[in-house]
């Protein structure tokens, strides 16, 4: 009996996704996404993040299977239209948390939003962003003048926070990376690893003068007060990789590339 006896297809908008589902389409039986027992995804990691950012919302732990139709597909497989069914049998399981982010505007606005890479701050004008950083209440940096920071995931921790000098983390180590962003003063500061049970504040310092915008994932909220950063335990995304491509392996392999 198959691993996945009901799979969805879906694809990105792009003309060689769209070709990839139509050839799937002729070799397999697909169901609607409310139907499945695990869902095949064609394009790159921004679309993948959508889709599972979608999962989230309906509270589904469905299992993911990317194929790379995109740009850098990082949490995809290699595109292949052969032995689907096969590839799906052998593949790893990896089980991923996201973060939950709590943003209070400066007009008093709160927002609770998820983020499975990283929940980054970033200044909206030409003036540096001040930030206060707390860790578990406790006030770490009175004041760090940046263009940003971010808290990302291990998942995460080879997107925007490698870009920004952040650490890789292994899948499995149990940590956050909390990264400044061009900072500017402490100019020795080169960020944090923090364990994944610790909660991280940060606080917008003169927010009028200094706006200051919060970017969980693909959506953003502007002119922000505070935002609380914590791992959320009460939901996670179950992510499938064929095992000569697993993401625990790329993760830890991407710290030797040059």
């Known amino acids: 009996m198959s691993r996945f006896a ?34 095949i995804a064609l394009g790159g990691d921004g679309f993948l993040l959508t889709l599972l950012h979608r999962l989230l919302e309906d509270r589904r732990s469905l299992p993911a299977y990317g194929m790379n139709l995109g740009t850098i597909g990082f949490l995809m497989n290699n595109w292949q239209a052969d ?32 983020a499975i890479n990283e929940v980054s701050l970033l200044r909206e004008t030409r003036q540096a962003a001040k930030l206060e950083i707390m860790v578990n209440d406790r006030v770490v940096i009175d004041e760090l003048i940046c263009d940003g920071v971010l808290v990302a995931t291990p998942a995460g921790s080879t997107a925007y926070n490698l870009s920004a000098n952040g650490p890789i983390l292994p899948l499995d180590s149990a940590l956050l990376a909390l990264t400044p962003i061009s900072p500017f003063r402490p100019r020795r500061w080169k960020g944090a690893i923090l364990p994944d049970r610790y909660k991280v504040r940060l606080n917008i310092l003169e927010s009028g003068k200094r706006p200051v915008s919060a970017v969980a994932d693909q959506r953003e909220i502007r002119d922000i007060a505070s935002v609380e950063v914590a791992l959320d335990r009460n939901r996670s995304l179950t992510l499938l990789f064929d095992p000569e491509h697993a993401l625990d392996d790329r993760i830890a392999m991407e710290q030797f590339v040059t």
């Open 83 to 114: 032995g689907l069914l096969d590839r799906l049998e052998r593949a790893k399981s990896f089980s991923v948390t996201p973060l939950i982010a709590t943003i209070e505007t400066s007009s008093g606005q709160r927002f609770t939003l998820p």
């Open 6 to 39: 009901r799979l969805a297809l879906l694809a990105a908008p792009g003309d060689a996704a769209r070709d990839a589902e139509r050839e799937l389409r002729a070799r397999h039986e697909f169901v609607p996404l409310d139907q499945s027992e695990a869902v």
